[in-house]
């Protein structure tokens, strides 16, 4: 079923968990600020880098006032310098689901995790990760594609560095690739007939106006002096140096890119970023509710 935010908002059940999914800047933290207000529920971060402490600005984060006034949880709480898996979210989810709750974010596999099951896959040790990260700076992702195996390549997502790199990771770890260990899927946590799920679909034009609009206010926000204390300790092989922006901002600091360049490109990544998304939410989120903007 398809609708404006407005109608959708009135038939949501007060009691069972909300999810909502959307591309970046298709304004989804504001409806589940409002969902949240309404119903007195816990606003839970379901984006990847939202949890890292080190960004609050660059990956728009709720502001602190905003935080303030609504109980948040799972944003901020990761160090620059940790490892954050899905199955590490998935776990802290599912210790806040006896509460209502709202969870908002971009990040699908999150959601397939929690509504589809997670396979039980070990820690990856950090020899290998360390390993991983020396292939993708000599070779790029397709150092890293050239090692899976058949099934896994079938699947993945190839235009994402981040799930190449853990699917890597996981072969050479286990010896088994990563589509073999998901074939193990587990029971998931929240099924989706127990939700309210919904997808932002927004049109495209629109979509790039506010990627745009957002990084210029991102900029007057105080995007670049975060990027400059980060800087000392910013790389970009951990997952929480890649904050779309925080490498094309630490290139003009550095004197590589002038700043209206380097805003230019970081909006671009932003675009791909959402087309990504929105080929991910297409792919997997057709039992999901939308809601269609403008």
Known sequence: MKGGISGRIAGLSREAP???????ASGKSAL???????????VVNADALQVYGCWRVLTARPSVAE??????ALYGHVGREESYS??????????????PVVVVGGTGLYFSALTEGLAEI??????????????????????????????????????????????????????????SW???????????????????????????????????????????????????FWSPSRPSGRAIGAAELIAHLDGRMRLDEAAAAAILASRRYAKRQRTWFRSR???WGEISLP
């Open 18 to 24: 909300v999810l909502i999914a959307g591309p970046t």
């Open 32 to 42: 589940a600020m409002e969902i949240a207000a309404r119903d007195g529920r816990v």
């Open 67 to 72: 935080e303030a006034a609504l109980p948040h």
């Open 86 to 99: 899905t199955g590490a979210w998935l776990r802290e989810v599912q210790g806040l689901l006896d509460r």
């Open 122 to 179: 070990p820690p990856v040790p950090g020899a290998v990760r360390a390993e991983a990260e020396a292939l993708l700076a000599a070779e790029g992702v397709a150092g890293l594609l050239a090692g899976l195996d058949a099934a896994t390549l079938a699947r993945i997502d190839r235009a994402n560095p981040m799930r190449v790199q853990r699917a890597w990771e996981v072969q050479r770890a286990t010896g088994r690739g990563l589509a």
């Open 182 to 232: 998901q074939a193990e899927t587990g029971a998931p946590v929240l099924p989706l007939s127990r939700a309210e799920a919904l997808v932002i679909r927004p049109e495209v034009g629109w979509l790039d106006a506010r990627i745009a609009a957002r990084f210029a206010a991102m900029l007057a926000g105080g995007a670049l002096e975060e990027a400059r204390a980060e800087a000392p």
């Open 285 to 287: 989120m057709g039992g």
